[in-house]
C-alpha cells in the first residue's frame, strides 16, 4: 500500500511509525478485536456472528434471549420496545431531547447494531438519536449519535461494543413523537 491509499482509508502516516507497516496496524486492529470477543464469550454471550457496516464478518458473539431483556425509561410503556410485537410501541411525546429508552440484556454482550423500528407511524421518529452504553447502569459511554429516519433508524457503531446496558437518547426532536415499537440488537 502506498502512502498516499494509506491515508485515503483512514490511518495517518504517523500510525504505521507507530505499527511499523500498515500490516502491522491491521494485526493490531485485529488482536484488540479478538480480544473484545473473548471477554464476550467468557461473560456469556456466544455463536452469532457479528457484522461490520458494510456486512463482513467481524467477530462471534451474540446477544441474550430477549426474555431475559428489561427495559426501563421515559418512553411508556418501555417494556413495549422489547415485547417482540410491532403493534405496540414505547411512546415519548412530545420526543423532547432527552427522552430515553435503557435496555438491560441480562448480562454482558457484545453487539454491532441496534435498529429502531418505529411501528405503524413513520413519521414518529426523533431529529437525532444517540446510543450509550454500560456495564453496571450507572456509568455510561457515548457510542454514536445519528439522524433519525422513517421506519427503522439503524444505529451502526464503529467496533463491536460489549455492554449489559444500551441506552437510546433523543437528542433532537423530530416533528412526531418518538416511538419504538421494536428494539433489535445484534
Known amino acids: 500500500m502506498r502512502p498516499k491509499e494509506v491515508v485515503s482509508a483512514g490511518v495517518r502516516p504517523g500510525d504505521l511509525d507507530k505499527a511499523g507497516s500498515a500490516k502491522?496496524?491491521?494485526?493490531?486492529v485485529v488482536e484488540a478485536a479478538l480480544a473484545v470477543a473473548a471477554m464476550a464469550?467468557?461473560?456469556?454471550?456466544?455463536?452469532?456472528?457479528?457484522?461490520?457496516?458494510?456486512?463482513?464478518?467481524v467477530a462471534r458473539g451474540s446477544v441474550s434471549d430477549r426474555r431475559?431483556?428489561?427495559?426501563?425509561?421515559?418512553?411508556?410503556?418501555?417494556?413495549?420496545?422489547?415485547?417482540?410485537?410491532?403493534n405496540t410501541a414505547a411512546v415519548a411525546s412530545p420526543a423532547t431531547p432527552g427522552a430515553q429508552i435503557t435496555v438491560d440484556l441480562g448480562r454482558p454482550?457484545?453487539?454491532?447494531?441496534?435498529?429502531?423500528?418505529h411501528g405503524r407511524d413513520d413519521r414518529a421518529f426523533a431529529g437525532r438519536v444517540e446510543l450509550l452504553t454500560s456495564m453496571d447502569g450507572t456509568n455510561f459511554t457515548r457510542r454514536l449519535e445519528v439522524g433519525g429516519t422513517r421506519r427503522v433508524t439503524t444505529l451502526l457503531p464503529v467496533t463491536p461494543v460489549l455492554a449489559r446496558y444500551i441506552r437510546l437518547r433523543v437528542s433532537a426532536a423530530g416533528g412526531h413523537g418518538?416511538?419504538?415499537?421494536?428494539?433489535?440488537?445484534q
Do not use: T
Request: with cysteine.
Open 41 to 57: 464469550l467468557a461473560a456469556g454471550c456466544d455463536g452469532a456472528p457479528i457484522y461490520d457496516a458494510g456486512g463482513r464478518h
Open 178 to 185: 418518538w416511538s419504538v415499537a421494536e428494539i433489535h440488537i
Open 68 to 86: 431475559e431483556w428489561r427495559a426501563e425509561g421515559s418512553a411508556q410503556p418501555p417494556a413495549h420496545a422489547i415485547d417482540g410485537n410491532i
Open 24 to 28: 502491522g496496524l491491521l494485526k493490531h
Open 109 to 117: 454482550c457484545l453487539f454491532n447494531m441496534v435498529a429502531l423500528d
